[in-house]
């Protein structure tokens, strides 16, 4: 039982590792909070009921999810971010983004409906399951987590070691420098938010598809977690975003295990505030914060 | 007697850099103080450690006999210590005539007790009497954003002398200026000299600070090398040679 | 009818204040939800189960959000920008669970049985405020609280001490959001937590984004438009949000700093010279 509780955390915890992973992105590069990262995880969850609907495959869904909402990455930073790039406009930004979100959550919400929209899994998967030192695991949970890794870990190597992931390093360093390197900023940015949403889009589907079921208010509730755990991690740090969501996934799953879930919401934003005041560069960064200059 | 401002053994670390190391020297009152340095020399960071920007990582500030090492900025200012910035700072979508009333520290003091208080006709004419000294009277309603460099310099030093300070630091006022404005700036200089306790100036230019100061700091890579009278300081071999050392490393 | 419109629009202007007040000093706050929260809730405990007078459980409540404000507020300041704004929403978001977890206020279910709020106490408040506000606006305080949200370190340099003013404007933030709070809970008789979530701390901020926050004009006409037109488009019901949605998303494009941006000199050339114009 407890061990089921820490494994169904830990697929919890990938999903908002996923999530926080696109806030940070666009926060390492931007300095801006994308308030519409929620509601992009959120549609992620109709785009793969529509497309089990019609009758796709749950790879194919996932891929349709991430290409609908890489999509609308490009959308938000078009509309939202494209003309407030200055460091003093990210409140501006910020607002814009949550607007855009209220927007694809009402337009969600026509066609769907209010209430949660039950995805069609053919029932042998839904049930299948491994036997693994002596306790059974959910086929659907492992392959979640599986593809929550593995592309985790190929945006890790991309940002590493590919060319476009210098150019990201470089903007998020300095955009003015970037230009003068020649590196098309804004490119790079629009790369940024797409990989971001395609990942939140990932989240979604792959949420839906664990639940069984689409709902549109989990961009507000999981989605805004996410941003909490991003800052507990470390602003900016992609390592910070993963080991945070999968300490808050398993907290969280033990937390329902011992009976105290309710206090877990609370817990979470609390301790943000409390890594944001004793440590700002977040729970896992080696490095201390500088000083101002004058 | 003791000096004015004595500052003992001060120390201040960023991360791995040691940007002050045991820095120890005295101004008496009356003193107009030449600081000078090759870049990185550590000049600005005792600017900003003695008036509470930076807290020192070891050592002592005694102002008047009192330790003020530890005290926060604001405190700092009410005990009479102004400053300028070497990255100009002013207001900038404030007016020229704001940025000098706002130093007014009879009312930063105690900010809510200034809602009611009368005399705003006496404090303008008290700053535009300032802003005519240094020469911005005629700008006293642009906005400080709008002024031109050497413009900018002379309205952070009003601003800094709005306070009625008795100490006052200037980092590299004439930084960017030509000829004629630091000709100007060094007459501006002179005539506050009486109105203060002490002026402690960081300047490049040598002629301007030979012509200024009665005594002689320099600083190289955190330390303290010569202090003395300018003439001979500036003939000192160790000092030559830090910042010909420093011009060989530049070019 | 009428009514309505005039208590939400007043309430929403309050607020909007409540914001703009903490951001005179240079901190955006969406932590006023909660302060919102904090109001109605202490308020109408005091009505309901104390029998205390409306205005009396207003006050009381106002003072003890501005207490819980300036309390938060001496950590919390010491972040900034967008730290400081993840800071304020996770206030919101910890207050409104905390309150969901209180069986005594019904939790999740809400809390009623308070009335007695009428538009004369909200207009009557606007007024109040405004007026201060307007005080302010004309004064070495202003000018001060300009310094700070300028450049904090050169008004601390200045002999400003810029922790005292912001956590004073902390303060005065809450009570206004907490007092708003009260008129709110005993005009609509019912509260549940999530009236008072990030979502509302999110309007809040937009009204004073998009009126424009650097003079205390801003604030009311952004709040009186954002309350106003969705109920004056009621004809297109069912499309409202995605128009309003639009609607803020045109308007940060074309007015990225508000309707009102400017900043109105705290001293000028008339005022001060009425012989030499
Ligand atoms: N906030 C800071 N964080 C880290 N290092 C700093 C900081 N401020 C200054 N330094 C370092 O401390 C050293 C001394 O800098 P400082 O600005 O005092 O030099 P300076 O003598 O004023 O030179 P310049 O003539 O160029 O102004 C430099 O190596 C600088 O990089
Ligand atoms: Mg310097």
């Known amino acids: 039982m407890l061990t089921e509780q820490i494994v169904n955390g830990i697929v919890m915890g990938s999903l908002y590792a996923l999530i926080a992973q696109g806030y940070t992105l666009v926060f390492g590069v931007l300095d801006k909070l994308n308030f519409a990262h929620g509601e992009i995880f959120m549609f992620g969850g109709y785009v793969a009921v529509a497309s089990v609907a019609m009758g796709?495959?749950?790879?194919?869904?996932?891929?349709?999810?991430?290409?609908?909402?890489?999509?609308?990455?490009?959308?938000?930073?078009?509309?939202?971010?494209?003309?407030?790039?200055?460091?003093?406009?990210?409140?501006?930004?910020?607002?814009?983004?949550?607007?855009?979100?209220?927007?694809?959550?009402?337009?969600?919400?026509?066609?769907?409906?209010?209430e949660p929209v039950a995805i069609e899994l053919p029932h042998a998967l839904r049930i299948a399951s491994v036997e693994f030192l002596g306790v059974r695991f959910s086929v659907v949970k492992l392959a979640i987590l599986v593809v929550a890794l593995v592309l985790m870990f190929a945006l890790h190597l991309a940002i590493a070691r590919t060319r476009l992931g210098r150019s990201i390093r470089a903007v998020a360093e300095s955009a003015t420098s970037a230009a003068l390197y020649g590196i098309n900023v804004t490119r790079v940015i629009q790369i940024v938010f797409l990989l971001a949403s395609a990942m939140a889009g990932v989240a979604g589907a792959a949420l839906a598809i664990r639940t069984g079921f689409a709902a549109n208010e989990v961009g507000f509730t999981l989605g805004l977690k996410a941003l909490a755990i991003m800052a507990i991690g470390g602003m900016g740090d992609l390592r910070g975003a993963f080991l945070g969501g999968l300490l808050i996934g398993v907290f969280e799953a033990l937390a329902f295990q011992w009976g105290f879930g309710q206090i877990a919401d609370t817990g979470v934003w609390l301790f943000m505030i409390f890594v944001l005041l004793v440590r700002p560069t977040g729970l896992f960064a080696a490095r201390a914060s500088k000083e101002a200059r004058a | 007697m003791s000096a004015l401002l004595e500052i003992r053994a001060l120390h201040k670390q960023f991360r791995g850099l040691t940007a002050l190391d045991d820095v120890s020297f005295d101004v008496a009152q009356g003193e107009l103080l030449g600081l000078i340095g090759p870049n990185g020399a550590g000049k600005s960071v005792l600017i900003n450690v003695v008036s509470g920007v930076y807290a020192a990582s070891a050592g002592t500030v005694w102002l008047r006999g009192t330790d003020v090492t530890s005290l926060p900025t604001y405190q700092l200012a009410r005990r009479g210590i102004a400053r300028t910035y070497q990255n100009i700072r002013l207001f900038a979508r404030m007016s020229v005539l704001e940025n000098v009333l706002v130093a007014d520290q009879r009312y930063s003091a105690r900010p809510f007790r200034t809602l009611f208080a009368g005399g705003r006709r006496e404090d303008c004419a008290a700053a535009e009497v300032l802003l005519e000294r240094v020469g911005l009277a005629a700008k006293r309603d642009a906005l400080a954003g709008t002024l031109a460099y050497g413009e900018a310099r002379r309205l952070e030093i009003a601003r800094a002398l709005a306070g009625r300070p008795r100490l006052l630091f200037l980092d590299e006022p004439a930084a960017g200026m030509n000829e004629l404005e630091s000709e100007e700036l060094a007459a501006v200089i002179r005539s506050f000299r009486a109105e203060l306790d002490v002026i402690v100036l960081i300047e490049h230019d040598v002629a301007l600070i030979r012509e200024l100061s009665d005594r002689l700091v320099v600083m190289d890579s955190g330390k303290v090398i010569a202090v003395g009278k300018p003439a001979e300081v500036l003939a000192d071999p160790r000092v030559i040679e830090a910042y010909l050392g420093a011009e060989e490393a530049d070019g | 009818m009428i009514q309505d419109y005039v208590m939400q629009t007043g309430i929403n202007i309050l607020l909007a204040w409540s914001v703009y007040i903490i951001l005179l000093s240079g901190s955006l706050s969406f932590a006023n939800g909660g302060f919102m929260a904090i109001g109605a809730y202490v308020s109408a405990v005091l009505t309901v189960k104390f029998g205390i007078p409306l205005i009396l459980a207003a006050a009381l409540a106002g003072a003890a959000a501005f207490l819980f404000g300036i309390v938060v507020a001496y950590p919390a300041l010491r972040t900034r920008g967008l730290y400081l704004i993840l800071v304020t929403v996770g206030i919101t978001a910890s207050i409104k669970v905390m309150i969901e977890s209180i069986d005594y206020v019904g939790g999740i279910q809400g809390f009623t049985g308070m009335s007695g709020a009428s538009p004369w106490h909200v207009v009557t408040l606007v007024l109040v405020v405004g007026a201060a506000l307007w005080l302010i606006s004309h004064s070495r305080l202003q000018r001060m609280l300009d310094a700070v949200r300028e450049d904090e370190l050169v008004a601390a340099s200045l002999g400003i001490n810029v922790v005292h003013l912001k956590v004073a404007c902390f303060g005065a933030g809450a009570f206004i959001a907490a007092v708003a709070g009260s008129f709110y809970a005993h005009y609509l008789l019912f509260v549940r937590p999530e009236d008072f979530g990030i979502l509302p701390s999110v309007f809040i901020v937009l009204y004073v984004v998009l009126g424009g926050m650097n003079n205390l004009w801003g604030p009311p006409v952004g709040a009186t438009i954002m309350t106003l037109v969705p109920e004056f488009t009621r004809g297109l019901a069912q499309w409202r949000p995605t128009v309003f949605g639009i609607l803020i998303v045109l308007l940060l494009l074309v007015r990225p700093d508000g309707l009102l941006p400017f900043r109105v000199p705290t001293e000028r050339r008339l005022r001060n010279r009425p012989n030499n114009p």
């Open chain 1, 56 to 114: 796709a495959s749950i790879p194919l869904a996932l891929l349709l999810a991430l290409l609908a909402c890489g999509a609308l990455g490009l959308a938000v930073e078009l509309v939202s971010f494209r003309k407030f790039r200055s460091h003093d406009a990210h409140i501006t930004a910020a607002l814009s983004s949550f607007a855009f979100g209220l927007v694809l959550l009402d337009l969600v919400q026509k066609a769907w409906g209010t």
